[in-house]
C-alpha cells in the first residue's frame, strides 16, 4: 500500500493537516470509491484516499463521471459510529466542508448548495459528493464519502441540467489536487468535530444559509413522479421539504431542477 505525506507547501490560508486522519496516494485508479471499496478491512483510521486519474468513476444511480486529468478525485473512508441514517448525513457535512475550502479561492457569493450532493459556482456544477456504505450486525461498518471538483476543466455535457464548470474558470489559476485535498481535509475534520459535540442541527443551518433557490419553487424528479413545490428548507434527517398545494411534501432522495 502507497502511503504520501502532503506538500509542506500549505493552501493559504493555512490549514494543518488534521490529526487522526490519515492518506494515501494514488497515480491512477479505476475509482476511488472502488478503491477504499477494496482497502475497507485493512484501515483502522479515516483515511482519505487522493487519485490523479481514475479510469471508471461513478456518480450518483451508478452514472459514469467524467474526470478529466488534473481535476480532484478522493473518497475519504471512515468507520461512523451511530445509525446508517446518521451516517447518510455526513453527505451534508462534506458538502459544507467542500464550499468553506472552495471559497478560500472564489468569492463566497457565487458559491451555492444544489441539494442533495452538488457544489454550483456561478449556477453551473463545479462539485459532486457521493455516498457508500456496508451494514454489519451492530450498524455501519465503513462509509465511503466520494468527492470530485472540478479545478482545472469542466466535462463536456451539453444536455447536463446544469452545466459543469471548473475552478480555473474561475479563478484563471490552476490548482493542485493535493494542495486542495489539504483544506478540504481540515474543513471537514473540523465539521465532524461539530456533529459529534453539537449534532447536525447547526451543520443543517451552515447547509441552508448556502442552498440555491431556498424559498422558491423547484422540482424533485423521483423514479415514480415530479413533484413541484416551494422549497422551504432541509429536515432533521436531510430530507428536502417541499411546499406543496396539498402540504408540506417531506422528499428523502431525488434529482432538483430550477
Avoid at 459528493?129 to 451494514?135: F, G, P, R, V, W
Avoid at 472540478?150 to 444536455?159: E, R, V, Y
Avoid at 453539537?198 to 440555491?212: H, I, M, S, V, Y
Avoid at 432533521?236 to 431525488?254: C, D, F, K, M
Wanted: aromatic share 8%; with cysteine.
Amino acid at each position: 500500500m502507497r502511503r504520501a505525506r502532503l506538500p509542506t507547501d500549505p493552501v493559504q490560508p493555512e490549514r494543518p493537516w488534521p490529526q487522526g486522519y490519515d492518506f494515501i496516494e494514488r497515480d491512477s485508479v479505476d475509482s476511488t470509491m472502488a478503491e477504499a471499496a477494496r482497502l475497507a478491512n485493512q484501515l483502522d483510521r479515516p483515511t482519505w484516499i487522493l487519485a490523479h486519474r481514475q479510469t471508471a468513476a461513478k456518480g450518483r444511480q451508478g452514472r459514469a463521471w467524467s474526470n478529466p486529468n488534473g481535476n480532484f478525485a478522493a473518497t475519504l473512508l471512515m468507520r461512523p459510529t451511530g445509525s446508517a441514517a446518521e451516517a447518510a448525513l455526513r453527505s451534508f457535512l462534506a458538502a459544507n466542508a467542500l464550499l468553506e475550502t472552495l471559497s478560500q479561492y472564489v468569492d463566497p457569493a457565487r458559491l451555492s448548495q444544489k441539494w442533495p450532493n452538488d457544489v454550483l459556482l456561478d449556477g453551473g456544477k463545479i462539485a459532486g459528493i457521493l455516498l457508500e456504505s456496508m451494514a454489519d450486525g451492530h450498524g455501519v461498518a465503513w462509509l465511503s464519502i466520494g468527492i470530485g471538483v472540478n479545478l482545472c476543466a469542466a466535462p463536456d455535457l451539453p444536455d447536463a441540467a446544469f452545466a459543469p464548470t471548473a475552478l480555473s474558470q474561475a479563478t484563471g489559476q490552476v490548482l493542485g489536487a493535493s494542495e486542495f485535498l489539504q483544506g478540504l481535509a481540515a474543513s471537514f475534520a473540523h465539521q465532524e468535530a461539530v456533529f459529534a459535540r453539537e449534532g447536525f442541527a447547526p451543520l443543517r443551518q451552515t447547509w441552508l444559509n448556502k442552498a440555491a433557490r431556498l424559498g422558491e419553487v423547484i422540482t424533485a424528479r423521483t423514479p415514480r413522479e415530479d413533484i413541484s413545490g416551494i422549497f422551504e428548507t432541509i429536515d432533521a434527517h436531510g430530507s428536502l421539504i417541499l411546499n406543496t398545494p396539498q402540504g408540506p411534501r417531506p422528499i428523502p432522495a431525488a434529482d432538483i431542477y430550477f
